[in-house]
């Protein structure tokens, strides 16, 4: 399975993401122009829980709000698709969002609302990683990956990129 491959500055932890994961988000972003779009991440862990495969995403609910400078992803039919994911041994990884024509840096709301996340019971997710997809979508997208480790908010680096 071919993909990016992010680490942890220790390189003791990773995420990768699929291809088609990828090539959804970059279409995603394409259909949102110039406004801010996200949705969620599903996939898998390694047994160890040091590696997480992205391989799922999904688009903005319905009942998001996207604009300009800022998203809130809706929660129109997201538990459904996590339903359907879990049955198929995949899980909630997280979140992405698109910072349009901009850098991916994640800003300060960003960061605390995946750390809070990391500590909300609904999301059963005590480690959530945060893509943000920046740039030109259609040209030259840029992404950031990151995710909360005991609290910590880590930005991850881009290892590699399989052929």
Request: with cysteine; aromatic share 8%; net charge positive.
């Amino acid at each position: 399975m071919t993909g990016d491959v992010y680490v942890s500055p220790d390189q003791r932890l990773s995420v990768a993401m699929t291809d088609d994961a990828r090539e959804r988000l970059i279409k995603h972003c394409i259909r949102a122009g110039r406004r801010e779009t996200g949705g969620v991440l599903l996939g898998s862990y390694s047994s160890l829980h040091d590696h997480a495969m992205v391989s799922e995403v999904t688009g903005p609910p319905k009942d998001s709000v996207r604009r300009r400078w800022s998203f809130v992803r809706g929660i129109a039919g997201v538990q459904r698709r996590i339903d359907r994911a879990w049955r198929r041994e995949r899980y909630y990884l997280g979140e992405w969002h698109f910072h349009p024509y901009t850098s991916p840096a994640p800003s300060d709301r960003d960061k605390q609302q995946v750390r809070d996340f990391a500590v909300d019971p609904a999301y059963a997710c005590p480690e959530p990683i945060l893509v943000v997809v920046g740039g030109n979508p259609s040209m030259s997208p840029s992404f950031a990956v990151a995710l909360v480790v005991e609290g910590k908010f880590i930005v991850l680096e881009e290892m590699t990129r399989s052929p």
